[in-house]
């Protein structure tokens, strides 16, 4: 009889450890977090001995339609305390109806939000914190909120993460009627929102193909970035290909069409592989910047026209330019800044 009161005990103080993650109160959740203080932008403070104990108090309300909005604050280790009021839109993400994500924003002007998603499907998901759970079977584990925020001016991170959180039927019902939506890569790709990468590589390669009457020519570059983030490795890869066509002869009048394309994207991390993508990467062509396109022609010629032909767009990433020109060979190069 003492031996079935002792299993019961324990398996009534692993229940209880599982559902106080999270303690509703008048729509409030008071939930333990952790901070990494002070973090650099290569990462290399984003240990989880670097992490310090915080605590967060946070208030979910969910309006009409997809708009949310969270408040609370976030007291650390020395009593001070940061607060934020965060608000913006959720969709469900098309790739995975189960995981919602946001576009939000800190009206208090205190914290970037580096993540947050609700994840109703939980067994193909992951934990970026301490391993605070290490103890709780991950098949207990069936939902949880996460949202991780970065205070602009001291820079730190902090990681909130919340589990099987208990839903009202209201909320449930407005998270079933939420629209489907297309994360954009610096969601799909937090981790760049948070450090920078640590190397940066370029390979090239140049084929030249013979056919009569003009002279087509190839090359590409392959560049790729690494980033340290939580003990990981994570690497990311783009291949630009650039297509030269131009007259065989330097006689009359001729055309000189300038392909630029990106041929592959894809990422690599062992450790998490939810920064695994066989077909995509966060790096992307002239963000913020210009792609310049530099035209040189030799004594006596000279450029008659240039047209677009065809603008550049993530699902096709492919852009072509079709330059006239007069007396002789141009000769042509692409700049183009990766971000």
Known sequence: MKKIIFILLIFSLILVFIVTYIQPKNNKIFVKSYTYMNIDTKGTKLSKKNAVESKTKIKFDFLYKNKIILQGKIKYPDNTEDKFYIEGEIKKSEDNENIIFGDLVDKSNTFEIIDFRLDNDFKNSFLYSVDDYKNVEKSNIKKAIRLYLLNKKTRNFTMIEILNPNYTKSQREFIDKLETGKMDLKTKFWYSK????????????INEIKVAGIHPKYSSELHYHTYDFLGAHISEFIEIGYYYNYPAKTVGHGNVVTILK????????????????????SLVIGLGRDSVIQLQTDEGEYIRDLTLAKQAKESNNELQTKIGW???NPKTGINVPLD
């Open 194 to 205: 948070l450090v920078k990468h640590t190397t940066r590589i370029k390979e090239n390669k």
């Open 326 to 328: 007069a007396s002789g």
């Open 262 to 281: 990106i041929e592959k994207k894809y990422n690599s991390c062992a450790d998490y592989p939810e920064f695994s993508d066989p077909n995509n990467s």
